[in-house]
């Protein structure tokens, strides 16, 4: 099984539409998650962190997780061309990645106008 | 300067070769990691330092690799007897604190390609 798993993409919205990317581990004492957005050709940037349960709202992005489930998403609202980009999900302070950051495989977004 | 900063940007080596990548954290930035990511593939963790620590070598894929930070600064990430499974992208990330919750800041990569 591996530590970070994400949904297979692509994944297609239309403009303006809600788009949700998901994200489960199974590290079940992991501590700390992430989203980083890379656009092709570009190094990943970071764009949530979230630490507790719950939702964690910043602008258009809203991140959502859920330890009991070992589960982490990301909700992106009115989504915008300049969106599309690959999504990883990281996460961190395991017992299996201890202090290392752990990275899903990425979801592809391409948001149509 | 104000980011992280990796040199070269591009390198083609043979096969057998050996080649240094280089890494210029942030300043002030106690951690420092190095990742590899192969064309659509998501980022592979290679080594993780922090402070005067005993370095995380856990992902390093063989005993071809080997990393080095001098001074608690500049780190080196160098690859003996390259293979041509040895082409991706080498990105290396620094963060202010610990690796709970700071979050990481890459620099641009070096892309290299083994013929």
């Known amino acids: 099984q591996k530590e970070v798993e994400q949904n297979s993409g692509p994944l297609s919205v239309p403009e303006g539409a809600i788009a949700s990317l998901n994200c489960t581990y199974s590290?079940?004492?992991?501590?700390?998650f992430f989203w980083y957005r890379q656009y092709s050709g570009k190094s990943p940037e970071l764009i949530m962190s979230?630490?507790?349960?719950g939702d964690k709202e910043d602008g258009r992005f809203t991140a959502q997780l859920n330890k009991a489930s070992q589960y982490v998403s990301l909700l992106i609202r009115d989504s915008q061309p300049s969106d599309s980009a690959t999504y990883l999900c990281?996460?961190?302070?395991?017992?299996?990645?201890?202090?290392?950051?752990?990275f899903g495989e990425g979801t592809q977004l391409t948001v149509n106008p | 300067g104000a980011g992280v900063s990796q040199s070269p940007s591009n390198k083609v080596t043979e096969k057998g070769k050996d080649v240094e990548l280089r890494c210029d954290p942030i300043?002030?930035?106690?951690?420092l990691y190095w990742y590899r990511q192969s064309l659509g593939q998501g980022l592979e963790f290679l080594i993780y330092?922090?402070?005067?620590?005993?370095?995380?070598k856990s992902g390093l894929p063989s005993d071809r690799f080997s990393a080095e930070r001098t001074g608690g600064s500049v780190s080196t990430l160098t690859i003996q007897r390259t293979q041509q499974e040895d082409s991706a992208v080498y990105l290396c990330?620094?963060?202010?604190?610990?690796?709970?919750?700071?979050?990481?800041?890459f620099g641009n990569g070096t892309r290299l390609t083994v013929t």
């Open positions: 990330a620094s963060s202010l604190g610990g690796p709970l919750n700071s979050p990481l800041h």
């Open positions: 590290d079940r004492v992991s501590q700390s």
């Open positions: 979230i630490y507790s349960n």
């Open positions: 990281a996460v961190n302070g395991g017992e299996t990645s201890g202090s290392r950051l752990t």
């Open positions: 300043s002030g930035h106690t951690a």
């Open positions: 330092f922090q402070g005067n620590s005993a370095p995380d």
